[in-house]
T-cell receptor, first 113, second 112 residues
Framework: KAGVTQTPRYLIKTRGQQVTLSCSPI?????VSWYQQTPGQGLQFLFE???????NKGNFPGRFSGRQFSNSRSEMNVSTLELGDSALYLC????????????FGPGTRLTVL | TQLLEQSPQFLSIQEGENLTVYCNSS?????LQWYRQEPGEGPVLLVT?????EVKKLKRLTFQFGDARKDSSLHITAAQPGDTGLYLC????????????FGAGTRLAVHP
């Protein structure tokens, strides 16, 4: 079974621009969560989507948003990029919510110049 | 303040040595997961523990979940250079569903 895929793998943007990242979960998985990883803050939860609805949200500004499609694929969007948004953005999927294990994709490395 | 305190932050050892990584919290977790991450890649799941007092073994790796489900440890026996990487613990709070709380990570270097 194919793992979690994320596109693109690398992205360079400038301040003020917006960006959209994509995540395809493992086949059959319905929950998709997004995380931001930086050297200073480590891995931090952004949000979780299940059945096309945002179920949980981390402590990030409204510039960070996401959505999930009927096939469980998910996108996250960051508007008005700031230098501090440079990070590895990770997507994780699980079959259901709760104690089910999350499996991570390889991430998208975003660099904001 | 980290909700999940992971220690040590860095570990540099010789091949064949044993080591233990700790994750501690004042909060109770419904489950706890250990991941290993290579540079530029996503975390790869090593194990999930859900029951207080649970011990799981994966070859030379032994994982323990505390009785009160507030702490966990990862013990590696006879470390090898291939064990080098970033080890992360992550917990799920009751009712937190798929919102994982991560420790800061332990960067392990095993030298031949």
């Amino acid at each position: 079974k194919a793992g979690v895929t994320q596109t693109p793998r690398y992205l360079i943007k400038t301040r003020g621009q917006q960006v959209t990242l994509s995540c395809s979960p493992i086949s059959g998985h319905r929950s998709v969560s997004w995380y931001q990883q930086t050297p200073g803050q480590g891995l931090q939860f952004l949000f979780e989507y299940f059945s096309e609805t945002q179920r949980n949200k981390g402590n990030f500004p409204g510039r960070f948003s996401g959505r999930q499609f009927s096939n469980s694929r998910s996108e996250m969007n960051v508007s008005t990029l700031e230098l501090g948004d440079s990070a590895l953005y990770l997507c994780a999927s699980s079959y259901v919510r709760g104690k089910d294990t999350q499996y991570f994709g390889p991430g998208t490395r975003l660099t904001v110049l | 303040t980290q909700l999940l305190e992971q220690s040590p932050q860095f570990l540099s050892i010789q091949e064949g040595e044993n080591l233990t990584v700790y994750c501690n919290s004042s909060s109770v977790f419904s489950s706890l997961q250990w991941y290993r991450q290579e540079p530029g890649e996503g975390p790869v799941l090593l194990v999930t523990v859900v029951t207080g007092g649970e011990v799981k073994k994966l070859k030379r790796l032994t994982f323990q979940f505390g009785d009160a489900r507030k702490d966990s440890s990862l013990h590696i026996t006879a470390a090898q250079p291939g064990d080098t990487g970033l080890y992360l613990c992550a917990g799920s709070l009751s009712g937190g569903y798929n919102k994982l709380i991560f420790g800061a990570g332990t960067r392990l270097a095993v030298h031949p």
